[in-house]
């Protein structure tokens, strides 16, 4: 953890609980280690569905990362945050014409998710720039819900439509820059990422000569548990590279660049959320502790069953070595808002906190208002040690704004 006990206690006084903390150094460090993973041969760009901070994506631009977009939102965040349209490059699913639109106009790169998206596209701008977002047919992720390719799921164009989209792409003038696809979200194993990338350099022989790009998508996960195993890049890298070598050697266009869209791996671990033990207590023999951390502010466990390590700042210490365990609940209306299950702070008390790790990534971007709760502030701690309010807390006032 990045923060002492004082500091954890002071930044929720200061600013509110729950509260997320992010870490300026953590997020410089993955930064720096993903564009050395692959020695530059393979160029990330961070997809910022995971954490749209403005504060953190001019960060991550500093480190010299583009970003992937997937709404007219997150577009104008990323204008907002210094990208120019260059470095953004949009990958929306179902776009309206009106969403296709917003990026053409800027000059921002579009990939198409299916054929009729890629006609919209033919139809707004003949000779526009465009990428295919392809299906490889092999998927990877946490669980099903994450999984974006393979046969059963809505993303990408399967290889075998790869005849339909040239005639599209000719029809309408288009210039097909690079394909892309996305296997799904979090993986530790490189075998999946490997096979896929594998399956769409072969597509790409088969049917894109002169394209400028191929990007082999995100999922690079993190260990959520101590217990897990990091991402083995080398490992990664030895599957990739020859592969990359012999598509090299066939392809027309011997300047033909590669890329990743990794999102959780750049900012999960830069994240701490912190939130305030506000009851404990015990119900036909179950142990819980109620904090302010309900699923509106942290979606991840309640949506997916996923696991985050979490750790209890006493107030005071009780000196208590091993608590019993206790169910760490959340402040909203469904018994199903539980942050973490059987954990051993059962020894909790009024006043203490509960800081839940790897909290950066797909935290409060998937916050909401839901029991018109407050989603909370977010603050940075910068690398020389400041705490700086990067996002306000909700007011009450914002809540009826829009009525
Ligand atoms: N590219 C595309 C097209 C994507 O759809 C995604 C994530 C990424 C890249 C980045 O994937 P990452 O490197 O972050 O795994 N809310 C879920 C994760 C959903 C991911 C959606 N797409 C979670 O909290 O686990």
């Keep these: 953890m990045f923060l002492s006990r004082e500091e954890a206690f002071g930044l929720l006084s200061q600013f509110g609980s729950p509260l997320y903390v992010y870490s300026e150094d953590i997020l410089r460090a993955r930064c720096r280690e993903l564009c050395c993973a692959f020695s530059g041969r393979i160029r990330p760009s961070f997809s910022i569905k995971a954490n749209s901070n403005a504060a953190l994506l ?4 500093e480190e010299g990362i ?3 977009a997937v709404s007219c939102g997150e577009i104008f965040i990323l204008e907002y945050a210094g990208f120019d349209s260059s470095e953004i490059f949009f990958i929306p699913n179902n776009a309206s014409e009106e969403e296709l639109r917003f990026a053409v106009g800027r000059n921002i790169l579009v990939s198409a998710d299916s054929l009729s998206q890629l006609e919209t596209l033919g139809r707004i701008k003949k000779g526009a720039r465009v990428s295919l977002r392809i299906n490889p047919g092999i998927g990877a992720g946490h669980c099903d819900k994450v999984v974006t390719a393979g046969h059963a799921t809505k993303f990408g164009i399967e290889p075998a439509l790869c005849t339909e989209a040239k005639k599209i792409i000719k029809a309408f003038g288009l210039k097909l820059e690079g394909v892309n696809q996305h296997i799904g979200s979090l993986f530790l194993e490189p075998g999946p990422y490997v096979e896929a990338a594998e399956a769409l350099l072969s597509i790409v022989l088969e049917h894109f000569p002169g394209l400028c790009f191929v990007d082999f998508g995100g999922g690079f996960g993190v260990p959520y548990k101590k217990s897990e195993h990091r991402l083995d890049f080398a490992a990664l890298r030895d599957g990739l590279f020859p592969l990359m070598d012999s598509f090299a050697a066939r392809y027309d266009n011997k300047g033909i660049s590669f890329k990743c869209e990794p999102g959780r791996y750049i900012a999960a671990e830069c994240g701490l959320l912190l939130g305030s033990v506000n ?3 015990e119900c036909f023999g179950r142990r819980y502790v109620g904090t302010d951390l309900g699923f509106n502010v942290l979606m991840r466990p309640v949506l997916y069953d996923s696991w985050h390590e979490v750790q209890l700042i006493k107030k005071e210490d009780d000196g208590c070595a091993s608590a019993p365990l206790a169910d760490i609940t959340g402040n909203i209306c469904e018994s199903g808002d539980i942050i973490a299950a059987e954990r051993p702070v059962g020894n909790a008390q009024i006043g203490d906190i509960i800081a839940v790790e790897n909290a ?6 998937m916050a909401s208002n839901y ?3 407050l989603r909370p502030a977010e603050v940075l701690k910068t690398s020389g040690g400041e705490f700086r309010l990067i996002r306000a807390a909700d007011t009450l006032q914002s809540l009826t704004a829009s009525f």
């Design 58 to 61: 001019r960060i991550i631009r």
């Design 279 to 281: 009851a404990v207590k």
């Design 66 to 68: 583009g970003a992937d």
């Design 360 to 365: 950066g990534a797909y935290g409060y971007s």
């Design 371 to 373: 029991n018109s709760r």
